[in-house]
C-alpha cells in the first residue's frame, strides 16, 4: 500500500480525502486513496481495510518499504519509520527535502495507536482558525504519530494511504 503526501500543505481546513482521490487520479494511480487522517467518522487505524492491513507493506511512491504493514504503524511506538526512505507527493517530490513543504510537519489528528483526538483535530478538519488545535507530527522524529499539538493555521503535510489495494487481473 502506497503512502503519498498532496502536492502542497493544509491548515486545518482541508477536504483531504477529496484530494487524496483527485491527486491519486490525476497522477493516473488507479487505487483508491484516504488521508492518513483520524476524522470524526473513522479512527485512522481503521483508514485501511481489515484484510490488508497485516500482509501488504506501507511503501512509498517508488515501492521502498516505510513499514512492514499497517497494523505495525499503530503498534504505539508513534509510527516509527527510517527517515532516509523518503516519502514522495504524488507529483513525484520528497516532502523531506523540498521547500514546497516549508515545515516538515505531518498532521494526523490521532494518538500513537491511531485513536482519534476529538480535541485535537481542526474540528474534524474542518477550520484553519488560529484557536483550533491538531496533532501532528514532526517528521525529523521519524515518527508518523509523534505527539505534538499546533494551531489549525498552520500549513503541514497531508498523507494519503492507498487503502484498496487491487492487484493486477492479468498478473
Sequence with gaps: LHLVALNM???GDMRADFQ???QAQLAG???TYRAFLSSHLQDLATVVRKTDRYHLPIVNLKGEILFNNWESIFNGNGGQ???HVPIYSFDGRNVMTNPSWPQKVI???STTNGIRLI???CEAW???DGGAMGQASPLKTGKLLYQNTYSCSNQFIVLCIENSFVSDPQG
Design 107 to 109: 498532521w494526523h489528528g
Design 29 to 31: 494511480l488507479t487505487s
Design 20 to 22: 487524496c482521490f483527485q
Design 119 to 121: 480535541n485535537n483535530y
Design 9 to 11: 500543505p493544509f491548515s
Design 81 to 83: 519509520f527510517n527517515i
Design 126 to 128: 474542518r477550520t484553519a
